[in-house]
């Protein structure tokens, strides 16, 4: 396997990535202080060249291996395959050079016996990835991922910025340890689904450990069929979703447990689907009752807008026994109750986009006839959405989810602005 070529020289300056949350209205989503997720702002710039999935692969992590602590830029139009496995050992802001092109792409590719690692990417130290397409097929076979990133270390600070992730089976962020900070922002994350299970295709799973911060801000998330985020009955510190439009997914809004939390001003359009003949709740949250940090309980959910498109409507009418979940738990009601919660302004507005993926209406079906039991069965029907049939992304024609300016969504903010993801 021939020598990938780097270009690193050291700089002077460092690097101080802004944390302010630009959504619909440039709004700062967080008032907590210590949200810094950017890695420590290394002083060494390496330029990373691509792998060629032959002669060359894992060219970004053997980079990182001998340069350490680093900002490594990833050039347009190339691609980093990830063959075997790949821990990340350093702090790293991983970000695609200047210029146009396409995004720099990230992808796992199987060893020469077909072998293809559970795991993308394993992280030890604090990460940034900017403006980089990351895609969890294997390009040699087009098998999926199992699981695309893992933290293996407790304090770790995780965060994508004008990200474009693509394809998991399992789930998209596993952590493995404790007090972590997950922060997505600017980005969408889409087809995380295994649907001959569906209980998987999560965006976070705490696999319960507790964790310090979970946030999403100005992001589409669309086409998953489990969690937004899996908390597992453990305290995350802080849970925040704001100004994001969610579209097709599985699993309703679990929330156990999480001491502040903040959803404002999004969009949830046919979001938890994975219905059930014992409950309506959607907003499910659920009080730490052997957790002292119960006490400081501060929570707001507002401003945002639950709905059900027709072809999901007629489903509910065709099978009864699925009940549609619009509520808030008896929990949340209690919180109401103890000046905890503030529920308020959240509406159900009929929404058309503009360019939507086509809903996987059949597999749906499926789903609701037989209440989600035997999925297997049923695996091979259409569900993951492409723009046109070719495997990747272009700029300017991905799916959005842009809407009327006269709808009531357009001015339901908590400034009277749009609600929603905007791109």
């Not at 925040?240 to 001003?265: L, P, R």
Request: hydrophobic share 35%; charged share 20%.
């Amino acid at each position: 396997m021939k020598l990938y070529k780097i270009y690193s020289r050291a700089i002077g300056l460092l690097f101080a990535l802004s944390l302010l949350c630009v959504g619909c209205e440039n709004e700062d989503i967080l008032d907590i202080n210590d949200l810094e997720i950017s890695p420590s702002n290394p002083e060494s710039v390496i330029i990373v060249e691509p792998d060629d999935g032959i002669t060359s692969v894992n060219a970004l992590t053997k980079a990182i291996n001998e340069n350490g602590d680093a900002t490594y830029i990833l050039r347009r139009d190339g691609v980093y395959y990830m063959e075997g496995k790949n821990v990340f050992k350093h702090n790293v802001v991983i970000k695609a050079e200047n210029g146009s092109g396409k995004m720099p792409i990230i992808q796992p590719i199987c060893d020469a016996q077909g072998a293809l690692n559970a795991d993308m990417i394993r992280l030890e130290g604090n990460a940034t990835f900017e403006n980089i397409y990351i895609i969890g097929k294997d390009a040699a076979t087009g098998n999926l991922m199992q699981r695309l990133f893992r933290i293996d270390e407790s304090n770790v600070r995780l965060k994508f910025d004008n990200c474009f992730i693509d394809h998991c089976r399992n789930f998209c962020i596993r952590t493995d340890n404790v007090n972590n900070k997950i922060y997505l922002n600017n980005s969408t994350i889409r087809n995380l689904a295994l649907t001959s299970d569906p209980a998987n295709g999560r965006l976070i799973d705490s696999r319960g450990n507790e964790q310090d911060s979970i946030v999403i801000n100005n992001c589409y998330v669309y086409n998953n069929t489990a969690h937004i985020v899996r908390f597992d009955n453990v305290v995350t510190n802080y849970f925040g979703i704001k100004h994001s439009t969610f579209y097709n997914v599985g699993h309703h809004i679990q929330i156990n447990y999480a001491i502040k939390v903040e959803i404002e001003n999004n969009i949830f359009a046919n979001v938890g689907w994975k219905s059930s003949a014992e409950s309506n709740v959607f907003w499910q949250i659920s009080i730490p009752k052997k957790d002292e940090r119960a006490q400081d309980i501060s929570m707001s959910i507002c401003n945002n807008n639950l709905f059900f498109s027709e072809e999901f409507e007629r489903l509910f009418a065709k099978y009864p026994q699925n009940l549609k979940r619009t509520t808030l738990s008896d929990d949340g009601y209690q919180l109401i109750e103890e000046g905890k919660l503030t529920f308020k302004d959240n509406f159900s507005e009929v929404l058309t986009f503009d360019y939507p993926p086509v809903l996987p209406m059949e597999y749906i079906d499926k789903f609701f006839e037989n209440m989600g039991s035997n999925m297997s069965k049923w695996a091979d029907l259409p569900f993951y959405v492409d723009e046109d049939g070719v495997e990747g992304i272009e700029a300017g024609k991905t799916f959005t989810f842009h809407y009327s300016t006269s709808s009531k969504s357009a001015t339901a903010s908590t400034t009277q602005g749009p609600i929603g993801a905007s791109f």
